[in-house]
């Protein structure tokens, strides 16, 4: 098979959902391990590592649960909450800046970022005994560069109140912290990005357009030659 020996190994952490992914996600982590050998097979979409070290298939009626059809389910969320109807569930992304104690935020995002801390380092652990640098690269939301970015979501109608209360650099901070205290190298995007006035994501999608894979990439590369 194919084998590398690489140098530095690049953590790309998303600030936008990579915490809360782990509210429904809870694989390739057990306690303090990281579950190596059954990575790989995470890749197969129908299947994730439970938290007791199981692999098991993931129960979902036989939907995989694709960006497409996350897109549907926050469109008919936001329609059943037009309609009168309470919408509770914590938002994936929003949930990273909403209080707490908000009916759309999550007070159980410390365990996920707890978890996030475990697995980070658990990967440095790995990349160390191997005589390998490990770079932690915290990639901004659109929203944390600029809240014009909100009205694309479908969740921003009943989410436009709460925008002055947002803690819009949470996952950062959080992050920045946790890597100066493990002696974590890290890089982070979002004061950079904030900086330069161009558009990096789509308007209708959270994701970089070529500026921002552009600007990402010019980043690390100065990061990079730096260590």
Do not use: C
Not at 8 to 34: C, P, S
Not at 78 to 99: Q, T, Y
Not at 111 to 133: H, P, Q
């Amino acid at each position: 098979g194919l084998s590398f020996d690489p140098d530095i190994v690049i953590v790309m952490y998303f600030a936008g959902n990579d915490a809360t992914e782990l509210r429904d996600h809870q694989w390739v982590f057990d306690g303090e391990k990281l579950d190596v050998e059954n990575l790989e097979k995470v890749e197969d979409p129908h299947f994730y590592i439970s938290e007791d070290h199981q692999l098991r298939k993931i129960n979902n009626g036989g939907i995989l649960i694709s960006p497409f059809i996350t897109l549907l389910r926050d469109h008919g969320k936001k329609f059943i909450s037009d309609l009168g109807v309470a919408v509770n569930r914590p938002r994936l992304l929003w949930s990273n800046f909403l209080p707490f104690d908000h009916s759309m935020g999550d007070k159980n995002l410390p365990i996920y970022f707890e978890k996030s801390k475990s697995l980070l380092r658990e990967i440095k652990k790995i990349n160390e005994a191997r005589g390998v640098k490990t770079l932690l690269a915290i990639i901004p939301a659109d929203i944390q560069i600029d809240l014009k970015y909100a009205s694309k979501y479908p969740e921003f109608d009943f989410l436009e109140e709460t925008l002055p209360s947002l803690d819009i650099e949470r996952p950062q901070t959080i992050l920045k912290n946790f890597a100066k205290q493990e002696s974590y190298r890290y890089v982070d995007f979002l004061s950079e990005f904030k900086a330069d006035k161009k558009d990096f994501y789509f308007e209708d999608d959270p994701h970089f357009n070529s500026e921002g894979h552009k600007k990402t990439a010019d980043i690390l590369l100065q990061k990079l030659i730096e260590l």
